[in-house]
């Protein structure tokens, strides 16, 4: 299972950093992934890591947002910056064989957690 940490109300332009931590199962060479759902609309990726570091981001988020590995290769950070209030939303962590499938048809989700951006 994978467990998301770091989510809270902070201010815009404020920094944030989230953390996804994996167990029950080897994510030897996983990719991974962040997605985000806020009220009312659709999941969507936010940004997505293979394990060779080859990382994509959504367009909202390019330049603002960096996603990394953790170098025991059990999960993933989200280090967001300059957050705005359309940043607003519930974070999700994703880990799959691929980064393909990490993007569109993760094997593992985590439970979410809450980012808001509001002054």
């Known amino acids: 299972q994978l467990v998301e940490s770091g989510g809270r109300l902070v201010q815009p332009g404020a920094s944030l950093r989230l953390s996804c931590v994996g167990s029950?199962?080897?994510?030897?060479?996983?990719?991974w992934a962040w997605f985000r759902q806020a009220p009312g609309q659709e999941r969507e990726l936010v940004a997505a890591t293979t394990w060779t570091d080859i990382r994509q981001y959504s367009g909202l988020v390019k330049g603002r947002f960096t996603i990394s590995r953790d170098s025991a290769e059990r999960g993933t950070q989200l280090q967001m910056t300059n957050l705005k209030t359309e940043d607003t939303a519930v974070y999700f962590c994703?880990?799959?064989?691929?980064?393909?499938?990490?993007?569109?048809?993760?094997?593992?989700w985590g439970q979410g957690t809450q980012v808001t951006v509001s002054s």
């Open positions: 029950g199962h080897a994510f030897f060479r996983y990719a």
């Open positions: 994703a880990a799959a064989q691929t980064a393909e499938q990490v993007m569109t048809r993760p094997e593992f």
